[in-house]
């Protein structure tokens, strides 16, 4: 199984790659991750992707191909990957193509969750999170017993820059103008799946697995 998750921020790729992972056992390939764990660790590429991050605006190109290029190679892979963040345009989609089909390992499938946007908003901007032990809450869905106030250890809690309300809109144009023609570029080649993104955790997973054609 090699696939690519599509789908706006907010839309659960994250969710639903880990537990495609749990139940086949093949690795999750996040660009998010990677540039997380750059920005972390502080490298020259992890700073430069978090000027873009923090106005929300999409990493360049030249600063993710090639840590997904080296992260395809490794061992984990041969079974099957699922590529979740990447590509986020049809410049990245045509490389990634080329770079599949020299390592010989192409996609199988294309797999786009869809999230109306208000729904999105909701889930981006009302996230919370603690200062202290790092829980995350939601305003609208999931929230704290006492506004403010982890539930876990008491700490405060806090909006991140990146999820306020100017900054998810600007997020979703980016998608809408960039990323969302991928839908187009897999539906051409034939290989795009759409499923619905809102409902339980677990109905999304088993839409996911029927969508796949996986048990």
Do not use: H, W
């Not at 290029?69 to 989609?93: M, S, V, W």
């Not at 010989?104 to 999230?115: H, T």
């Not at 990323?179 to 996911?208: E, H, N, Q």
Request: proline share 4%; with cysteine; aromatic share 6%.
């Amino acid at each position: 199984m090699r696939i690519v998750l599509l789908g706006a921020p907010g839309a659960g790729k994250g969710t639903q790659a880990k537990k495609l992972i749990d139940k086949f056992a093949i690795p999750q390939i996040s660009t998010g991750d990677i540039l997380r764990k750059a920005v972390a660790d502080g490298t020259s590429l992890g700073k430069e992707a978090k000027s873009y991050m923090d106005k929300g605006e999409l990493v360049p190109d030249k600063v993710v191909i090639g840590l997904i290029q080296e992260r395809l190679k490794q061992d984990d892979t041969k079974k099957g990957y699922i590529l979740d963040g990447f590509p986020r345009n049809t410049a990245q989609a045509e490389t990634l193509d080329k770079m599949l089909n020299d390592l010989v390992m192409p996609l199988d499938s294309a797999l786009s969750i869809d999230v109306p946007k208000d729904d999105l908003m909701k889930r981006l901007t009302g996230r919370r999170t603690c200062k202290k032990c790092q829980q995350m809450y939601n305003v609208y869905f999931s929230p704290s017993k006492k506004d403010g106030v982890c539930d876990k250890c008491g700490g405060e809690l806090f909006q991140r820059d990146d999820d306020k309300e100017e900054t998810i809109k600007k997020r979703l144009d980016v998608y809408e103008a960039q990323t969302a023609p991928l839908i187009d570029y897999y539906k051409k080649k034939g290989m795009l799946k759409s499923i619905s993104g809102t409902g339980s955790i677990d109905d999304i997973f088993r839409k996911v697995c029927a969508a796949l054609g996986l048990k």
